[in-house]
């Protein structure tokens, strides 16, 4: 059965199996109309799939007598950034993230630079009603189209500049940094940026043609040849992204991973030394992340605010309390100095300044912070409404005071389990997080088969 899954930060599928050119040009032009037919920003990751895709996306915006930026390949946050910078009506990114090549997808973003909100998604899918009703597009190509070559280099200076990234600092270390940037979107932009900072830099993986020679999603298990790599070089850190180069994983400098719970967590730490004893900005970040944070806060006397899962839900909240920094515990790393949007050469650069300023190891950084572990699993559902199990869980845990505001999150003083149900299957996701891996598993497992009690 093809699929096709349509959500606030765009629209996904299997290459010619739910998602093809008919899908995108679909999509193009009733974001196009959303858009009021203005400057529009494209760009791709660098899956084979990419260019044709684009050339899709061009092609149709250009009918709808848009102006069109074309970035070609680079990251997702230099797309987000050049929207913002270009004063442009939004942007189209052909990328599927983290998902396997056989995957494409197109990510909306609007004139803020940050991807559609839910009222936004909304008028999307208003603008689509339209275009399917009234048939394929009949029309001249008109539109004006221009190619960007700085776009990457204008990344880099808008990260060099950030008052929290101390180039100073780094140069006098010159730490040595492996990148794994999976030949995607940030095989250019990171080893450019890190070499600009004064880091020596060992690229693996930096070919930028496509070639995803490990599975894309930058967790400790698909990152064996980055952390063997790290070793074999005696390199201070190993860092790695995804495809279109939003998140950050880190390596230590034994080639041990930190969960990607911790490139949020170490960049915090960062802007928390730097932040005046009377700043009391908050740290946003979203429902499923790491308890370290608030624990981490909670040290220089600030707060930590939770929104529900997905990137812009943390960015519209940072945008409303002029927060301190945010982001999500999957790597990303969101700095409103720079943009509000997850950036790999924002969280790299934090991190790298928090490793030259302390003069300490990586490792050495991270036992200093508060330690939790997580374990993420699923239960499927099928034959069941996933809500009415939710509301029961709601209701049995009511004393806990459970956050509903995204699924239902119970928690304890030093542990939490979170509950969401999927859009796209008959599943349950299970989030939990406690003081050791066997506490976290143990609250999965007690929780996996009280939701099958109540099947």
């Known amino acids: 059965m093809p699929i096709l899954i349509s959500g606030i930060s765009g629209v996904r599928g299997i290459i010619d199996d739910g998602f093809d050119a008919e899908v995108v040009k679909v999509y193009t032009r009733a974001f196009a109309q959303l858009m009021d037919n203005g400057r529009i920003i494209i760009a791709q990751d660098s899956r084979p799939s990419g260019e044709m895709f684009k050339g899709v996306v061009e092609e149709t915006l250009s009918k709808m007598g848009c102006e069109i930026v074309d970035c070609g390949i680079c990251p997702t946050p230099t797309a987000q950034l050049m929207v913002k910078d270009l004063n442009a009506k939004g942007g189209i990114i052909v990328t599927a993230s983290?998902?396997?090549?056989?995957?494409?997808?197109?990510?909306?973003?609007?004139?803020?630079?940050?991807?559609?909100?839910?009222?936004?998604?909304?008028?999307?899918?208003?603008?689509?009603?339209?275009?399917?009703?009234?048939?394929?597009l009949e029309a001249e190509a008109t539109g004006v189209v221009t190619t960007l070559d700085e776009r990457i280099e204008r990344h880099i200076e808008n990260v060099i500049a950030l008052d929290l990234v101390n180039v100073e600092a780094i140069r006098q270390r010159k730490p040595k940094v492996?990148?794994?940037?999976?030949?995607?979107?940030?095989?250019?932009?990171?080893?450019?940026?890190?070499?600009?900072?004064?880091?020596?830099?060992?690229?693996?993986?930096?070919?930028?043609?496509?070639?995803?020679?490990?599975?894309?999603?930058?967790?400790?298990?698909?990152?064996?040849?980055?952390?063997?790599?790290?070793?074999?070089?005696?390199?201070?850190?190993?860092?790695?992204?995804?495809?279109?180069?939003?998140?950050?994983?880190?390596?230590?400098?034994?080639?041990?991973?930190?969960?990607?719970?911790?490139?949020?967590?170490?960049?915090?730490?960062?802007?928390?030394?730097?932040?005046?004893?009377?700043?009391?900005?908050?740290?946003?970040?979203?429902?499923?992340?790491?308890?370290?944070?608030?624990?981490?806060?909670?040290?220089?006397?600030r707060k930590v605010l939770r929104t529900p899962v997905g990137e812009i839900h943390v960015a519209r909240k940072m945008q409303q309390t002029e927060s301190l920094i945010g982001g999500e515990g999957n790597g990303g790393v969101i700095l409103a100095e720079s943009h509000l949007g997850r950036d790999s050469l924002v969280a790299s650069g934090l991190i790298l300044s928090l490793l030259a300023e302390t003069g300490q190891s990586i490792r050495e950084i991270a036992d200093d912070l508060p330690r939790y572990e997580m374990v993420k699993d699923k239960i499927n559902v099928q034959g069941y409404k996933p809500a009415e199990i939710l509301n029961a869980l709601a209701e049995k845990y009511a004393s806990l005071v459970p956050n509903l505001e995204d699924g239902v999150k119970i928690s304890w003083k030093d542990r939490w389990v979170h509950f969401r149900a999927s859009n796209t299957e008959p599943i349950v996701r299970i989030f939990a997080e406690g003081s050791s891996r066997t506490v976290a598993a143990s609250l999965v497992n007690e929780f996996k088969t009280e939701i099958q009690n109540l099947m």
């Open 98 to 136: 983290h998902n396997p090549i056989e995957w494409n997808a197109l990510k909306f973003v609007g004139a803020e630079g940050l991807f559609l909100d839910s009222e936004e998604h909304r008028r999307l899918q208003v603008e689509l009603a339209k275009v399917e009703k009234s048939g394929p």
């Open 178 to 301: 492996v990148i794994d940037a999976i030949n995607g979107a940030g095989s250019e932009a990171l080893p450019a940026f890190l070499e600009r900072i004064g880091c020596e830099v060992f690229p693996l993986n930096c070919d930028n043609d496509g070639n995803f020679v490990h599975t894309p999603e930058p967790l400790p298990e698909n990152l064996m040849e980055l952390r063997n790599e790290v070793s074999r070089k005696g390199a201070d850190i190993g860092i790695a992204t995804d495809p279109d180069a939003d998140r950050l994983a880190v390596i230590d400098e034994y080639g041990n991973p930190l969960v990607e719970e911790y490139t949020l967590v170490l960049a915090a730490y960062h802007a928390l030394r730097h932040a005046a004893a009377d700043d009391r900005r908050p740290i946003v970040t979203n429902l499923s992340s790491t308890m370290a944070l608030d624990d981490l806060a909670e040290r220089y006397g």
